[in-house]
């Protein structure tokens, strides 16, 4: 069990965070703190006359409405309210089907307002953190707290969305594996499948591990129990999900798949790389160069290299899934990286990937730090200049260019003081704030839709 200090000190450190975000919101609403410090490079949205302009005001105030009837959280609220009633004739209310329906059921069922389910959806992610350092990175899960609150990721979980129920079902599904209890983990895992329409991508990750594993080591035997519960599980709660939706409809048993098509969203060959706002596209730009490029690199590196590492079956888990993801969303939406950081980053098996190197820093050798930060900085800057507004620089990138400082700062953090990893964890940690809180403007505002 986690200590009782540590698990003191990680409420702590959650609770100074929230705290500190909704003073840093609260003050960039006032119009003389924002024209004073702010207004000059970080210029803000608002919709006149059914089109987004740049303004340079300060932040909106968030209300109930705001939180509820924007972006994907609508579909939410929808579902929570009606379940998968429709008009045949309303495009929208049809594309409903491509939301499943244990996060719209856990909102009902809570009876909590949209900012009271952002606020549950904030501790799930917490608690997720907490349950995942725990299994992968237990001699550090201050650190990994600390690292997760640096990432320029974090306003999905601080919405009404799916992604911290689907967070917290996959980590209690990996405490069920760690703990030998198939109890938990096939209840864990049943949750996750009927969070999200993940399916193919868990089942494909699942399979291509076990004979990526395989193929790495030839002593190795498939563990076809593990493979069965996993694929059996995962079938289940999306069969469970298509039966419920068939309540409300009479046609394809995949119907969530064929609603995709609402956004565009089918097989298609990518014919460039573009995005539908600036500010998602510098993340999912960095989310495609780390998850395509170095998770290639990692997996052709323990292919090549087969003695025994240090990294467990979930850590290769982690990169074959978030190389997948990578590859359907450029496949799926042709080209759009939109929403891509948000599949990949925003993901369990990303913050796995981060705690498991946690848990096993050394000193790589400056030269190599230097080798790998220049190979990220040119992959995305290839893909910058696909995208006319994507070459711009200004705040915008702001949240690409903390990707970028987190990378080289865990790479370095062997070399830091103790006063120096402060230093950097406190600076990481407020501008994470100011960006996760300028990107929930955004979405109050029903302005660029950058997840």
Not at 95 to 104: E, G, H, T
Not at 105 to 124: E, R, V, Y
Not at 228 to 238: D, M, Q, R, S, Y
Not at 243 to 253: A, P, V
Request: aromatic fraction near 18%; include cysteine; charged fraction near 10%.
């Amino acid at each position: 069990m986690i200590k009782a200090k540590t698990l003191f000190l990680t409420v702590l450190i959650a609770a100074g965070y929230s705290i500190l975000f909704i003073t840093v919101y609260n003050l960039l609403q006032n119009p003389s703190l924002y024209n004073r410090f702010f207004s000059e490079v970080m210029s803000t949205y608002e919709i006149q006359d059914n089109s987004i302009t740049v303004v340079k005001k300060p932040f909106a105030p968030v209300t109930e409405k705001s939180f509820v009837e924007n972006m994907d959280a609508h579909h939410y609220l929808y579902i929570k309210d009606n379940q998968y009633n429709y008009d045949p004739n309303d495009e929208v209310t049809r594309s409903n089907f491509a939301f499943f329906p244990l996060f719209p059921l856990a909102w009902k069922i809570s009876q909590l307002s949209g900012i009271g389910i952002s606020i549950l959806n904030f501790l799930l992610h917490i608690a997720s953190v907490i349950i995942l350092a725990w299994i992968f990175c237990r001699q550090s899960i201050l650190l990994s707290l600390i690292a997760v609150l640096t990432l320029p990721t974090l306003t999905v979980f601080l919405i009404p969305y799916s992604e911290a129920l689907f967070m917290f079902s996959i980590s209690l599904a990996l405490l069920g594996w760690y703990k030998e209890n198939k109890l938990i983990y096939v209840s864990g895992l049943l949750c996750a499948s009927m969070t999200r329409p993940v399916f193919i991508l868990l089942i494909g990750s699942i399979i291509a591990t076990e004979i990526f594993l395989l193929l790495c080591d030839k002593n190795r035997k498939i563990n076809y129990q593990h493979l069965f519960i996993t694929v059996a599980t995962i079938l289940g709660g999306t069969f469970i999900v298509t039966l419920f939706q068939r309540m409300y409809h009479h046609g394809s048993l995949l119907t969530f798949i064929d609603a995709q098509k609402h956004w565009g969203t089918f097989l298609q060959i990518p014919k460039t790389i573009v995005d539908w706002s600036n500010e998602g596209y510098g993340m999912n730009v960095g989310a495609m160069v780390f998850c395509f490029v170095f998770g290639s690199v990692v997996l052709i590196s323990k292919f090549i290299k087969t003695e025994k590492g240090v990294f467990n079956y979930w850590y290769y888990f982690s990169w074959i899934y978030l190389l997948f993801a990578t590859v359907f969303v450029l496949f799926l939406q042709g080209g759009c990286l939109h929403s891509l950081y948000r599949y990949t980053l925003c993901t369990p098996f990303c913050y796995i990937i981060i705690f498991q190197h946690i848990n096993n820093l050394n000193k790589i050798p400056i030269k190599k730090i230097f080798l790998i930060f220049s190979l990220f900085i040119a992959c995305c800057i290839v893909f910058f200049n696909q995208a006319a507004y994507g070459s711009s620089w200004g705040f915008s990138k702001t949240g690409f260019m903390l990707l970028c400082l987190n990378l080289v700062f865990f790479m370095l953090i062997p070399y830091t003081s103790k006063t120096q990893k402060y230093i950097g964890f406190s600076l990481l940690i407020l501008a994470s704030i100011i960006w996760n809180a300028y990107l929930l403007n955004m979405f109050v505002t029903r302005a660029w839709i950058f997840l």
